[in-house]
């Protein structure tokens, strides 16, 4: 992970200030056909910068178990039991084509956890309206070191490392900004 970390996402915010830069002169120009040509690299390492900020935060080599409190009431009564959720968001990990996200996310509208994933570096809430709580990184950079193209081992082995104190807090803080 600390390649991942110092390479992987250290690039995209790198990439992420150099496409601010550009998009400041852009818009002291006014000049709209280079602010529309540079939001594709907005999304995509704004995007990288904002999941990979969320991801490094929901990973604790103290983590893995199980949540209680608001966070496991909430996936049972959305998923029927945490092995239900756990199970469904495992498939969805692997069943990324590519690469992208898999996430547990917060309906602000239904007061309800859903499950989602999004392709490439797109990052959850400005793509699906979903407060993002936890979510895997199913890039191979994440894992090929380790994992190589075994995508199923390196999503099994991500339950053993969740830090659910992270998530329920994410998860706090979603309840609170209902409304807002």
């Given amino acids: 992970m600390q390649l991942h970390h110092q390479k992987h996402h250290a690039t995209y915010v790198n990439n992420l200030n150099i496409a601010e830069e550009k998009l400041a002169e852009a818009q002291a120009k006014s000049d709209i056909t280079s602010i529309i ?3 594709p690299a907005l999304r995509f390492n704004g995007g990288g910068h904002i999941n990979h900020s969320i991801f490094w935060q929901n990973l604790s080599p103290n983590g893995g178990g199980e949540p ?3 966070l496991m009431h909430l996936i049972k009564s959305d998923f ?3 092995e239900n959720f756990k199970t469904q968001m495992s498939n969805m990990a692997v069943a990324v084509q590519g690469s992208g996200w898999a996430w547990l996310g917060f309906n602000t509208t239904t007061n309800s956890l859903q499950l989602s994933s ?3 570096q797109d990052p959850l809430r400005a793509t699906t309206g979903l407060v993002p709580l936890f979510g895997i990184d199913v890039w191979e ?3 090929y070191l380790q994992y190589k193209n075994v995508r199923p081992d390196y999503v099994k082995a991500m339950w053993n490392v969740v830090n659910w104190t992270d998530v329920s807090e994410r998860l706090v803080e979603a309840q609170q900004n209902v409304g807002v």
Avoid: K, V
């Fill in 37 to 39: 040509a540079l939001q």
């Fill in 68 to 70: 209680d409190g608001d």
């Fill in 80 to 82: 029927g039991s945490f």
């Fill in 118 to 120: 999004c392709a490439n």
């Fill in 141 to 143: 950079h994440a894992y």
